[in-house]
């Protein structure tokens, strides 16, 4: 199944709009960064990643969510462990989601990358579904942004490295760059 995108948007996603981003300062996209995410730590399916993206977290909901008070974070798509595609910024802004990064001696990332959440951690192995649906998304956006290349793909512990460590051992990167 191809995906299709409008103005930065990938159509056959659920979007659920974050106010994390601002405009990019050159529209070029160049680069893909993929993440994961779990909240609480390991556990799936809640709402919690949607709540802070959208910047509405409940911090008393979990104990672990006091340090994540007043963090202003978001990604371009999230990618469940079912499959489902949520995008919560336009492909054509610059989300907040590499932090302070460098790719081929460039800092600040956020400034020509795309960020992809799967929802997992660094240990568990990823879903049948969410590697399906991170190929034709990956494969959708190399179209729609022809300078992103399968060696313009890479983790977000690539980028910051020492400071985080996803999308972690799990992460079968042959099978994805295979398939691309």
């Known amino acids: 199944m191809s995906l299709t995108l409008l103005n930065g948007w990938v159509i056959q996603a659920r979007y659920c ?27 799936f399916g809640l709402p919690y990643i949607d709540q ?12 672990s969510f006091k340090e994540l008070q007043g963090l202003e974070v978001s990604a371009h798509f999230l990618i469940r ?15 907040w989601h590499a932090g302070v990064s460098s790719f081929e ?11 992809i959440e799967l929802e997992g951690t660094d240990l568990e192995v990823y879903s049948e579904q969410q590697y399906t649906q991170l190929i034709e ?10 300078k992103i290349t399968p060696n313009r793909v890479t ?17 079968d990167w042959q099978r994805f760059k295979m398939a691309l």
């Open 17 to 43: 709009l974050s106010p994390h981003f601002n405009h990019r300062p050159l529209n070029e996209v160049s680069l893909l960064v993929i993440h994961n995410i779990s909240l609480p730590a390991g556990c």
């Open 52 to 63: 802070l993206f959208q910047g509405k977290l409940d911090i008393q909901a979990d104990d």
């Open 81 to 95: 462990r079912d499959g489902e595609l949520v995008q919560y910024v336009s492909c054509d802004d610059r989300a």
């Open 105 to 115: 001696g460039r800092s600040q990332c956020n400034d020509f990358a795309i960020g």
């Open 137 to 146: 998304l990956t494969k959708s956006l190399m179209c729609e942004y022809p």
């Open 155 to 171: 983790g977000h512990s690539d980028i910051a490295p020492g400071r985080k460590t996803d999308p972690g051992a799990s992460f």
